[in-house]
C-alpha cells in the first residue's frame, strides 16, 4: 500500500506570494499523481494530475506542479495566490496497474491567503 | 459540465440505524468508489465498483457496509447497523475507463452524523 505525506499541515502565506505545497509518495512502482483542492463545505475538486509525458503538468486557477521520480515527490506551486485559493490542499496517488484504481491520500495541506 | 451528485448532504441517525448514501456517477462512468473522511483526518478509500461488482475494498469496508448499483444510474453505500465512529464525510467518485479510469471526479460528499 501507498504512503502519501503532505509534511505541511498549514500553510500561510500573504497575498500575491508564491507557494509550494509538498507531497511525497513511497512507492517504488510506477503511479499517477494527483491534486485536489476542497474548499471549505465542499467536496473535492481536480486541480491537476500526471498520468505520463511531461513532469511539469499545468493545472487549473494557475496552479503547476512537478513530478519528481527519483525523490518521489509531486510538490504544487502557484507563482501568486490569491485570497479565493484559501482551501485545503489534498495529493493522491493511485499504483499503476492497479487493482481497483483506488487511491491515496495526503493528510492535506490548509491553505490560508492572507490578505 | 457532468458531475457526480450526491443525496442527501447531511444525514443524522441514531446508532445502530441502517443508512443508505446515494450518488449518482458521471453518466458515462465505469467506475463508481466510495470514500470517507473522518473529520480532521485525510480521505480514505473504501470500495471500488466496476461491472456489476466490488473490484477492491479495503479494511475498513467490513461485512456492515455493502454497495450496490440498483439501476443504470444509482450508486448507493449502506451501512447496517450504525457505529459511533461511522460520523464521517462520505464522498462518492467516478472514473472511466482505458486511463481514465484513473481519473477520478468526486460528489459534493455526504456528512453522516451517529448519535
Known amino acids: 500500500a501507498q504512503s502519501v505525506t503532505q509534511l505541511d499541515s498549514q500553510v500561510p502565506v500573504f497575498e500575491e506570494a508564491p507557494v509550494e505545497l509538498r507531497c511525497n509518495y513511497s512507492?517504488?512502482?510506477?503511479?499517477?499523481l494527483f491534486w485536489y483542492v476542497q474548499y471549505p463545505n465542499q467536496g473535492l475538486q481536480l486541480l491537476l494530475k500526471?498520468?505520463?509525458?511531461?513532469?511539469l503538468v499545468k493545472g487549473i486557477n494557475g496552479f503547476e506542479a512537478e513530478f519528481n521520480k527519483s525523490q518521489t515527490s509531486f510538490h504544487l506551486r502557484k507563482p501568486s495566490v490569491h485570497i479565493s485559493d484559501t482551501a485545503e490542499y489534498f495529493c493522491?496517488?493511485?499504483?499503476?496497474?492497479?487493482?481497483?484504481?483506488?487511491?491515496?491520500f495526503g493528510t492535506g495541506t490548509s491553505l490560508t491567503v492572507i490578505p | 459540465e457532468p458531475e457526480v451528485t450526491q443525496t442527501p448532504s447531511h444525514q443524522v441517525t441514531q446508532m445502530g440505524q441502517e443508512v443508505i448514501l446515494r450518488c449518482v456517477p458521471i453518466?458515462?462512468?465505469?467506475?463508481f468508489y466510495w470514500y470517507r473522511q473522518i473529520l480532521g483526518q485525510k480521505v480514505e478509500f473504501l470500495v471500488s465498483?466496476?461491472?456489476?461488482?466490488?473490484?477492491?475494498k479495503s479494511e475498513i469496508f467490513d461485512d456492515q457496509f455493502s454497495v450496490e448499483r440498483p439501476d443504470g444510474s444509482n450508486f448507493t453505500l449502506k451501512i447496517r447497523s450504525t457505529k459511533l465512529e461511522d460520523s464521517a464525510m462520505y464522498f462518492c467518485?467516478?472514473?472511466?475507463?482505458?486511463?481514465?479510469?484513473?481519473?477520478?471526479?468526486f460528489g459534493p460528499g455526504t456528512r453522516l452524523t451517529v448519535t
Open positions: 500526471y498520468l505520463s509525458g511531461s513532469t
Open positions: 453518466s458515462n462512468h465505469l467506475y
Open positions: 467518485a467516478s472514473s472511466g475507463t482505458g486511463t481514465a479510469a484513473y481519473e477520478q471526479y
Open positions: 512507492s517504488s512502482v510506477s503511479v499517477y
Open positions: 493522491a496517488v493511485s499504483e499503476v496497474p492497479g487493482t481497483g484504481n483506488q487511491f491515496y
Open positions: 465498483f466496476y461491472n456489476n461488482e466490488i473490484s477492491e
